[in-house]
T-cell receptor
Framework: AQSVTQPDARVTVSEGASLQLRCKYSYSGTPYLFWYVQYPRQGLQLLLK??????VVQGVNGFEAEFIKSNSSFHLRKASVHWSDSAVYFC??????????FGGGTRLTVRP | DPKIIQKPKYLVAVTGSEKILICEQY?????MYWYRQSAKKPLEFMFS???????DNQTASSRFQPQSSKKNHLDLQITALKPDDSATYFC?????????????FGSGTRLLVI
């Protein structure tokens, strides 16, 4: 069965520091992978997605993610975080039947 | 302008009552979905509809019934509400057959059952 694991429920970093949020997936076949962000009391906003090709995909607001098939990972990175990046981040894999399977989310807190 | 409208944004209901959550999308998509996010569980898929027909149902309870009166509507009727139904319900849509490139979520309806 498809699954997504985000091993870090909470991450705290200082403003200006680099960031990596981890995501591991289990999927038979070629995965379509996503990162979404959820700000307080808001819906899900797409940060980036991977279908094929270059394993490093660029997203909005300076975020990028790298697909590493051998490791079944799709970690999210940002070179320098801003306080406004504080939010909950979700990794997801697209399944047959057009449904997304989400990880448990990582709550990011950026200290000023 | 929001492309997916969910109404209401917040809803308080009494245990045992019935509520309908509204979802309308203005993206021209032909597939719509419901997801649930609760304090106890991560975001989880509930239903998918394509061309107004049920494609997949991952909810264990028949108390949850999607209703598609128009091709850009997918409402969610919940009967005999329980406190465990308290969650944020997200509607989403996409264009069936094109993969997942345009999967879009609404801002959610936060339901509290007391």
């Amino acid at each position: 069965a498809q699954s997504v694991t985000q091993p870090d429920a909470r991450v705290t970093v200082s403003e200006g520091a680099s960031l990596q949020l981890r995501c591991k997936y289990s999927y038979s076949g070629t995965p379509y992978l996503f990162w979404y962000v959820q700000y307080p009391r808001q819906g899900l906003q797409l940060l980036l997605k991977y279908y094929s090709g270059d394993p490093v995909v660029q997203g909005v607001n300076g975020f990028e993610a790298e697909f590493i098939k051998s490791n079944s990972s799709f970690h999210l990175r940002k070179a320098s975080v801003h306080w406004s990046d504080s939010a909950v981040y979700f990794c997801a894999v697209y399944n047959a039947g057009a449904k997304l399977t989400f990880g448990g989310g990582t709550r990011l807190t950026v200290r000023p | 302008d929001p492309k997916i409208i969910q109404k209401p944004k917040y809803l308080v209901a009494v245990t045992g009552s019935e509520k309908i959550l509204i979802c309308e999308q203005y993206l021209g998509h032909n597939a719509m979905y419901w997801y649930r996010q609760s304090a106890k569980k991560p975001l989880e898929f509930m239903f998918s509809y394509s061309y107004q027909k049920l494609m997949d149902n991952q909810t264990a309870s028949s108390r949850f019934q999607p209703q598609s009166s128009k091709k850009n509507h997918l409402d969610l009727q919940i009967t005999a509400l329980k406190p465990d139904d308290s969650a944020t319900y997200f509607c989403a849509s996409s264009q069936a057959g094109t993969g997942c490139s345009d999967y879009t979520f609404g801002s959610g309806t936060r339901l509290l059952v007391i």
